[in-house]
């Protein structure tokens, strides 16, 4: 079984208390979902480890996973267009980089298929040193979508129009 590989991270997945952010996929029997975590300088880690079939995107199929961040309030998790759960943050009022530090350069990056050291698992095992999957559209937004703007952002990837396009009218 594989360990929890990051799909996409701002900070070094070794440890959960780190600040930063992660998606990642779960570990051993619970590996067909994805869970989430997050820290803030200050505060206490935040996590999302929905162990039900509304988290499962590992299975062969395409999925969207989608996070949005109300700084005063949750971070809501959809899977294809429909909300499965929240965690509320508004505690987590610190920032969510790394610290300024002589590591800076090589944690405080946003990385896709790893942590942000590139190098989780490297030295524990050579044989498993990225997310083994496919990744497609990946978009960052600088405002919190609503849940109509997901479903469609949902709906487009569906109908392979891309995230900029326009859906073709319905009746």
Do not use: C
């Not at 930063?20 to 570990?27: I, N």
């Not at 200050?42 to 509304?54: C, E, S, V």
């Not at 090589?106 to 942000?116: E, H, P, R, S, W």
């Not at 960052?140 to 479903?151: F, G, Q, S, Y």
Request: proline residues 4%; without cysteine; glycine residues 8%.
């Amino acid at each position: 079984l594989e360990p929890d590989m990051a799909i996409a991270a701002n900070k070094d997945w070794a440890s959960g208390a780190t600040v930063g952010w992660v998606l990642a996929r779960q570990s051993g029997v619970n590996g067909d979902k994805f869970q989430w975590n997050m820290n803030t300088q200050g505060n206490t880690r935040k996590d999302f480890d929905l162990l039900a079939p509304p988290a499962t995107v590992f299975d062969g199929s395409w999925h969207q996973i989608l996070v949005t961040y109300d700084r005063s309030g949750n971070a809501t998790f959809y899977r294809d267009g429909s909300q499965i759960g929240t965690v509320n943050i508004s505690a987590n009022t610190g920032s969510m980089r790394p610290p300024l530090d002589a590591t800076w350069l090589k944690t405080n990056i946003m990385v896709l298929g790893q942590d942000a050291t590139l190098r989780y698992w490297h030295e524990t095992d050579p044989n498993i040193t990225s997310l083994n999957g496919d990744l497609d559209e990946v978009a960052m937004w600088d405002r919190v979508l609503t849940a109509e703007e997901i479903a469609t952002t949902y709906a487009k990837g569906l109908a392979g129009v891309a995230v900029t396009g326009t859906l073709a009218p319905s009746f």
